[in-house]
C-alpha cells in the first residue's frame, strides 16, 4: 500500500514527533509534582535515560508512546504501508526497552512503564504512581517491572 500523504507533508510530520517532553510525559510529571514528589528528567546516569527518575528511592519511570514503542492497544498499530520499514523498526525499539529495564534491575532499580493509552484514567494513574513511588509490591525482589 503506497502513502497517503505527500513526501513534504510526511516530512512536516515526522519532524514534529519529539523524543522528550512530550504530551504524555508532561501529564504524568505534572501529576507527580501535584502529588508532592520530586525527581530528575531524562536522568543520563542510568541505562535507556528515564523519562523520569527518583534516585533516593532508586526508581525509574518511562512514559512510552503506544506507537513508537509497539503497545499491543489500538493506538500501537502498525501503518499498512512500509512494513518493510516499521516492522523492524519497533521491533529494535522493543529489543532496546527490554535491554534498558533488564539493566536497570540489575543496578537494583524498580521501574514503571506508562503507556500513552493508560493515561486517560486519571484516578487508575494517580493511584498506580503513587502504589509504585511509595512502595514496593514485590517487597525485596525488585527485579520485576511493573506495566
Known amino acids: 500500500m503506497t502513502d497517503t500523504r505527500s513526501p513534504e ?3 512536516r510530520i515526522m ?4 523524543a522528550k517532553n512530550t504530551g504524555p510525559e508532561w501529564t504524568v ?3 507527580l509534582f501535584a502529588m508532592g514528589y520530586r525527581y530528575r528528567l531524562h536522568y543520563k546516569k542510568l541505562p535507556g535515560k528515564p523519562d523520569i527518575a527518583m534516585p533516593g528511592r532508586r526508581k525509574a519511570i518511562f512514559v512510552h508512546g503506544c506507537f513508537w514503542h509497539g503497545h499491543d492497544c ?4 502498525l501503518p ?3 512494513l518493510d520499514y516499521w516492522q523492524p523498526k519497533i521491533a529494535a525499539t522493543r529489543e532496546r526497552d527490554a535491554r534498558n529495564l533488564r539493566s536497570l534491575h ?3 532499580w524498580e521501574t514503571l512503564v506508562l503507556w500513552q493509552c493508560e493515561l486517560a ?3 487508575g494513574l494517580v493511584a498506580k504512581l503513587e502504589s509504585f513511588v511509595e512502595g514496593s509490591q514485590f517487597g525485596r525482589d525488585k527485579t520485576r517491572t511493573r506495566t
Do not use: A, F, I
Open 9 to 11: 507533508q510526511r516530512r
Open 15 to 18: 519532524q514534529s514527533v519529539k
Open 29 to 31: 510529571r505534572r501529576l
Open 74 to 77: 489500538s493506538k500501537g498499530q
Open 80 to 82: 499498512k504501508s512500509r
Open 106 to 108: 540489575e543496578s537494583g
Open 121 to 123: 484514567d486519571r484516578n
